[in-house]
Each structure stands twice: as structure tokens, then as C-alpha cells.
């Protein structure tokens, strides 16, 4: 079982509409959460970044809630755009005693559409 | 994709063939990654390495060997590709709190 899963796999919405990505993690101990957008053919960018104080980070249109306690984030899209279709990587770095690793959701497919 | 780039960006070969991704940056960052990404799962580490001449192993690491003679180049290398090597590879610049991916090499191994 993966340790972050991502729900939905896939997502088709109209553009203009909001939408709201989740992320479940059991990695602990937890050092950071981040977003990720990945556009077809390209590597992924970062969204957002979030450690386990932080509770909303916003960057445009999309803002990411983390609930350290429930280990759940969530990535709202407001106003979708065409340019939003992506697939949307969440990813949390585990804290170990040897270093940090890194461990990657296999995304949420979005396709916005007219 | 700004300031590092990977050569080739598509590549096919056959079972038994050695092959070679290299991954360039120009932001003199001493770490760099490889990973592979496949339908399924998420992006699993190849190999890092944290300065010149200095490697270790991520999580899927067996098949594949790296080499890092220079601050910008990063080689990652099949010695002899199998079908289960068939991926999209990126290859990653930066600390691991802050990762600046490539655009990524899709290799098909027949």
C-alpha cells in the first residue's frame, strides 16, 4: 500500500468551476507536504509547500489546507482554467533518522474542459 | 524545465543494449537526482548524488549505474536495458525540500 494515496485518480470538470484534490498520508515521522503540477510531456513544478505547522498555503488559484493530525491535504482549484489540465503529484517528505526521503502520490489526472 | 535539460528526450532500443540518459544543469547545484516514473506509481529514486564523484542508491537502484564527473552533468546508465527499464525518466537538481525537475527522457525498451 502506497504511503501517500491521492483520490480522485481522475477528474474532468468545466472550466470556470472550482474542484478539490485530496492526499492521505500514513508517512511519519512528517517533515513537509508539497504540491506538485505536472503537465503532459514535462517534469513536475511546484505549487505550494507546506510543514506540519502550516495549516493553508495559497499560490493564485490554487491554495493547499494540511490537517497534520488526520495526515489529509487537499489542493482547491478556483476558477479552473484549460491550462490547469495536469496531473497533480502530491508529495511528503519523511523525516528520518539518516536524512530525508521523499515520498510521491501517483496523482490526480485533471482535464478542464469548455 | 529552466536551467536543466536531459538528452536524449525519447529514446527506443532493444533488450540487451546499454544505454545512457544524461541530465544537464547550469545552477551549480550539488545535488541531483534520477528517478523513474510509471503508470501506477508514483516517481521512485534511481540514484542521487550529493557532489562530484559522490553517489548512492535510491529505492530501485538495481540495473542502473550513474556517474557524476562534473557539477553539471548527472549520467545515468543501463548496462544492459530490460522491458521492465521501459519508462519516463526525469532527472532532478536542488535540495530535497526544493527539487527542480527535468522534462524528462521516455525510454521504450522492446
Known amino acids: 500500500k502506497n504511503q501517500v494515496e491521492q483520490s480522485p485518480q481522475s477528474l474532468i470538470i468545466l472550466e470556470g468551476k472550482n474542484c478539490t484534490l485530496q492526499?492521505?498520508?500514513?508517512?511519519?515521522?512528517?517533515?513537509?507536504l508539497r504540491w506538485y503540477k505536472q503537465d503532459t510531456g514535462r517534469g513536475p513544478v511546484s505549487l505550494t509547500i507546506?510543514?506540519?505547522?502550516?495549516n493553508t498555503k495559497s499560490n493564485g488559484r490554487y491554495t493547499a489546507t494540511l490537517d497534520a493530525d488526520t495526515k489529509q491535504s487537499s489542493l482547491h482549484i478556483t476558477a479552473s482554467q484549460l491550462s490547469d489540465s495536469a496531473s497533480y503529484i502530491c508529495?511528503?517528505?519523511?523525516?528520518?533518522?539518516?536524512?530525508?526521503?521523499?515520498?510521491f502520490g501517483t496523482g490526480t489526472q485533471l482535464k478542464v474542459e469548455l | 524545465d529552466a536551467g536543466i535539460t536531459q538528452s536524449p528526450r525519447h529514446k527506443v532500443t532493444e533488450t540487451g543494449t546499454p544505454v545512457t540518459l544524461r541530465c544537464h544543469q547550469t545552477?551549480?547545484?550539488?545535488?541531483m537526482y534520477w528517478y523513474r516514473q510509471d503508470p501506477g506509481h508514483g516517481l521512485r529514486l534511481i540514484h542521487y548524488?550529493?557532489?562530484?564523484?559522490?553517489?548512492d542508491k535510491g529505492e530501485v537502484s538495481d540495473g542502473y549505474s550513474v556517474s557524476r564527473s562534473k557539477t553539471e552533468d548527472f549520467l545515468l546508465t543501463l548496462e544492459s536495458a530490460t522491458s521492465s527499464q521501459t519508462s519516463v525518466y526525469f532527472c532532478?537538481?536542488?535540495?530535497?525540500?526544493?527539487?527542480?525537475f527535468g522534462p524528462g527522457t521516455r525510454l521504450t525498451v522492446l
Open positions: 508529495v511528503v517528505t519523511l523525516n528520518t533518522g539518516g536524512g530525508n526521503k521523499l515520498t
Open positions: 492526499c492521505n498520508y500514513t508517512v511519519s515521522p512528517f517533515s513537509n
Open positions: 507546506m510543514t506540519f505547522s502550516e
Open positions: 545552477e551549480n547545484h550539488r545535488y
Open positions: 548524488s550529493y557532489g562530484v564523484k559522490d553517489t
Open positions: 532532478a537538481m536542488g535540495q530535497l525540500n526544493e527539487q527542480f
